[in-house]
């Protein structure tokens, strides 16, 4: 554990909330108390920074706002001493269009995000359920993709059947290449990106612009695209019901999952007990 705890970043899905975007209860209770002890709290996600995200902490119930946005994977980073979003390394038309070639003999839906709403090729239940967990609206293509590349974009995403996951990343192993790969951000989804963008990247900048040392950071997660904050953060902890690659490159794992509050849990023990 490290000996100066100043910021506390968390993945959403899995990790801070459940399916269905429930916190639990001691997490919530948790972060409440360290808000108020002055650390600083952030948001580490594969979801786009816009103003649904802002929105997070009052539809969790939280009295405070988030002092930390890192968005698509590590593409975006917002914090609260800077207005702006920075942006890094994001896919070309062109490479998105190959993306979207590449992966159709799968016969997937593919989509990508466009300010507060979703461009997707076909509307089925899988989008209309990411369009209520986001509460963002969604345009449909029928079945047109190029509309989906017309400008430049932090990455092209599929969603499928979570049985179909094993398929899907082998056959994405196919379609990696030097200028994007696919990297499974959730079971039934699969998002294509520069190699260069991940959460871990993110965090150093973070740190860079704000002057808080990385050492001084824990992050919290659960998938294949926190695997780099994990390692990079001063303390990363992957959830109990997080994947292997996850947890193999975490400082800890929680006793609990996500669904029995593993992350206040873990807090509780290991964290507000040692901060004066």
Same mark, same amino acid.
């Given at each position: 554990?490290?000996?100066?705890?100043?910021?506390?970043?968390?993945?959403?899905?899995?990790?801070?909330?459940?399916?269905?975007?429930?916190?639990?209860?001691?997490?919530?209770? $948790?972060?409440?108390?360290?808000?108020?002890?002055?650390?600083?709290?952030?948001?580490?996600?594969?979801?786009? *920074?816009?103003?649904?995200?802002?929105?997070?902490?009052?539809?969790?119930?939280?009295?405070?706002?988030?002092?930390?946005?890192?968005?698509?994977?590590?593409?975006?980073?917002?914090?609260?001493?800077?207005?702006?979003?920075?942006?890094?390394?994001?896919?070309?038309?062109?490479?998105?269009?190959? *993306?979207?070639?590449?992966?159709?003999?799968?016969?997937?839906?593919?989509? *990508?995000?466009?300010?507060?709403?979703?461009?997707?090729?076909?509307?089925?239940?899988?989008?209309?359920?990411?369009?209520?967990?986001?509460?963002?609206?969604?345009?449909?293509?029928?079945?047109?993709?190029?509309?989906?590349? *017309?400008?430049?974009?932090?990455?092209?995403?599929?969603?499928?059947?979570?049985?179909?996951? #094993?398929?899907?990343?082998?056959? $994405?192993?196919?379609?990696?290449?030097?200028?994007?790969?696919?990297?499974?951000?959730?079971?039934?989804?699969?998002?294509?990106?520069?190699?260069?963008?991940?959460?871990?990247?993110?965090?150093?900048?973070?740190?860079?612009?704000?002057?808080?040392?990385?050492?001084?950071?824990?992050?919290?997660?659960?998938?294949?695209?926190?695997?780099?904050?994990?390692?990079? $953060?001063?303390?990363?902890?992957?959830?109990?019901?997080?994947?292997?690659?996850?947890?193999?490159? $975490?400082? #800890?794992?929680?006793?609990?999952?996500?669904?029995?509050?593993?992350?206040?849990?873990?807090?509780?023990?290991?964290?507000?007990?040692?901060?004066?």
């Amino acid at each position: 554990m490290i000996d100066k705890v100043t910021v506390i970043i968390a993945d959403i899905d899995g990790t801070l909330v459940n399916k269905g975007e429930s916190i639990m209860p001691i997490t919530k209770a $948790a972060l409440e108390e360290l808000h108020q002890k002055g650390i600083l709290l952030g948001l580490s996600t594969g979801r786009k *920074i816009n103003s649904s995200m802002f929105q997070r902490a009052k539809n969790w119930g939280l009295s405070f706002d988030f002092d930390i946005i890192i968005g698509m994977n590590g593409g975006q980073l917002w914090d609260s001493k800077h207005e702006d979003i920075e942006s890094y390394y994001l896919l070309q038309p062109k490479q998105m269009k190959e *993306i979207i070639e590449k992966m159709s003999p799968l016969g997937l839906n593919a989509m *990508i995000y466009e300010e507060d709403y979703m461009v997707t090729m076909y509307f089925d239940d899988l989008i209309h359920a990411s369009m209520s967990r986001n509460n963002m609206k969604v345009v449909v293509t029928d079945g047109d993709s190029d509309r989906l590349c *017309i400008r430049p974009n932090y990455n092209v995403l599929f969603r499928f059947d979570e049985k179909r996951t #094993d398929e899907v990343a082998e056959f $994405a192993k196919t379609v990696d290449c030097d200028e994007y790969h696919g990297i499974m951000t959730s079971p039934g989804i699969i998002e294509f990106m520069d190699p260069r963008v991940n959460k871990g990247m993110a965090l150093h900048k973070y740190s860079q612009r704000s002057g808080i040392p990385i050492g001084e950071i824990m992050a919290f997660g659960d998938m294949d695209n926190d695997k780099e904050m994990l390692k990079e $953060a001063g303390w990363g902890v992957c959830l109990e019901n997080g994947s292997d690659i996850s947890k193999s490159m $975490a400082d #800890d794992v929680t006793e609990y999952p996500c669904t029995e509050d593993g992350m206040g849990r873990y807090l509780e023990q290991h964290v507000l007990g040692k901060i004066v």
